[in-house]
């Protein structure tokens, strides 16, 4: 057992109250962040930890709406062109200057190999130094989202990566290491003190931050406690502030306990089922030299044996809203009329089976996260039951995150049937999904396609609302696309969960509906 761990068995009977006046911030997760370098995995937990550390041109403020960030004011001189005048008189952590030479260092290393950002800059043609506070972003051709696509991107010290051999993003998915997977130095509110990996990080204030702090910490501690029920002890024990995920089974009886506090918000991120349609045979399956979801006809047999409020119900505890989209309500392009699902439909799902040669059903492994959505296992244990009606036995391989994400997002996305989420990062537009889950493969698209689902009509109307700036236009276009996908059974939707934290009382913070939690609004009272 980690020493975190068995600490916090301990204090969940021999707990002391923190003192009256502390300023030290205590909250946990499932899971670790898996790696200090900001382009390791375009992951919305990885992500939001290190943007304390590290910050873009622009980011999100309380409402969501872009603000400025590390540069003060953007434009666009020309439809191909973004302008990015930079923040005067930023230092880095060690106390060295900030500048142009930065960004566009940065912009390449986050481009370049080895990086999990790839997928925003489809549209990069170049970044250029026009003066020491002043760059230019260049697309090849309109973007009119360009902007909104490098709020995710963190900017990183061309000097501090150039002296510890780091210019280059180590990959994840071949576990491979640098001095910037453990180590991090950049501008924003909070500077790295300490990294146990898979046990604890710890955060101190930066003290030459540029902005205006509006939380009152001293240092912040980030545990890894994977285990639910040890969670809720040493939330409820004080020895952690705060739990940034809470099991559905626990929100009525933390809710219901003196002292703390549930923080409740429906997310942007939609979870889904995917399936290789790539291979002509399947690598996890006993069908050989066929690949069974290559025919929609399985795929829709899939859709339709998978009782989404039945997992709503019994597996989320009601906090989970069914989608028949693979977008969120609040996304720009969601489209309302859409959103309906197929029925369940038990005899038509063993019909389209047989009807497709698999009359007694088939196997398949499904690869399945077991710490990085809410409930994700539990949901994976209930889809493997539900199929299992039609015939179908799922083999469920359920893994860390670090893990999962290594063997479905690795070279040749080693995967045959999986579990994913995903949340329209950085643009909170329909064609970052389109472009990043459901276009084919191959030329920066396609990133996190892990069962590279081929439409060709669909790749066509994707290429067009990428670039297109007439908004009925754009509309119109979307709708069609969301048809051809949903027609298709491209991949199964789910829902999208709802966001649930729970802290002491004394603890103010912000939550958002994309699930970032930006510390610099945490108050210790």
Excluded at 41 to 70: A, C, S, V, W
Excluded at 244 to 272: C, M, W
Excluded at 361 to 390: H, K
Aim: glycine letters at 6%; aromatic letters at 10%.
């Amino acid at each position: 057992m980690r020493r975190t761990l068995a600490a916090l068995v301990v204090g969940a009977a021999t707990a002391l109250a923190l003192p009256a006046d502390a300023k030290t911030f205590r909250w946990a997760n499932a899971g670790d962040v898996n790696s200090m370098d900001p382009y390791a995995r375009n992951e919305t937990f990885l992500l939001t930890f290190m943007h304390n550390i590290y910050e873009p041109l622009l980011q999100r403020d309380k409402n969501l709406q872009l603000e400025p960030g590390l540069a003060v004011k953007w434009s666009q001189p020309s439809p191909t062109v973004w302008r990015f005048e930079l923040r005067p008189n930023v230092k880095w952590h060690d106390g060295s200057p900030f500048s142009a030479d930065d960004v566009v260092f940065s912009l390449g290393r986050a481009n370049g190999e080895g990086s999990n950002m790839r997928g925003h800059f489809v549209t990069f043609k170049e970044a250029r130094k026009i003066n020491d506070l002043t760059v230019e972003v260049e697309t090849k051709y309109p973007d009119p989202v360009m902007a909104d696509k490098l709020m995710q991107i963190a900017i990183m010290s061309k000097a501090w990566s150039e002296k510890n051999n780091s210019t280059r993003s180590a990959d994840l998915t071949k576990n491979e290491e640098n001095f910037a997977t453990r180590n991090a130095m950049g501008t924003g509110p909070f500077m790295l003190r300490s990294r146990e990996p898979d046990v604890k990080t710890v955060l101190v204030p930066n003290p030459n931050w540029w902005g205006k702090p509006e939380h009152n910490l001293t240092q912040v501690e980030f545990s890894v406690i994977g285990n639910p029920a040890t969670r809720v002890a040493a939330l409820l024990s004080g020895q952690i502030d705060m739990m940034y995920e809470v099991p559905p089974q626990d929100t009525a009886r933390l809710s219901n306990t003196a002292g703390v506090k549930i923080h409740q918000v429906p997310e942007f991120r939609t979870i889904f089922l995917g399936f290789d349609q790539m291979r002509d045979e399947l690598l996890f399956s006993n069908v050989k030299g066929k690949n069974p979801f290559k025919d929609k006809r399985v795929r829709q047999a899939f859709y339709q044996a998978i009782d989404v409020e039945a997992i709503k119900r019994a597996t989320m505890r009601g906090q989970s809203a069914p989608t028949g989209l693979m977008v969120a309500p609040g996304t720009n392009g969601f489209v309302a009329a859409l959103n309906s699902r197929y029925p369940v439909d038990i005899p038509g799902a063993k019909k389209l089976l047989a009807d497709a040669g698999y009359p007694n059903g088939f196997e398949v492994d499904m690869d399945c996260p077991n710490d990085r959505y809410v409930n994700d296992e539990a949901i994976c244990q209930a889809a493997v039951a539900m199929l299992s009606q039609i015939g179908v036995k799922v083999n469920l391989v359920a893994q860390t995150r670090a893990r999962y994400f290594a063997k479905v997002l690795g070279p040749g996305y080693n995967t045959s049937f999986f579990m994913l989420g995903w949340t329209p990062g950085a643009t909170y537009d329909t064609h970052n999904v389109f472009e990043q889950i459901m276009q084919t493969r191959g030329g920066g698209k396609g990133g996190f396609n892990l069962g590279n689902y081929s439409n060709k009509e669909f790749d066509e109307l994707a290429n067009k609302i990428e670039q297109e700036t007439d908004k009925a236009k754009r509309d119109a276009m979307i709708v069609q696309a969301h048809k051809i996908h949903k027609e298709d059974f491209g991949h199964i939707p789910l829902h999208q969960q709802v966001v649930v934290w729970a802290a002491r009382d004394n603890i103010e913070l912000t939550q958002l509906a994309d699930n970032f939690f930006p510390l610099r609004y945490v108050r210790v009272k």
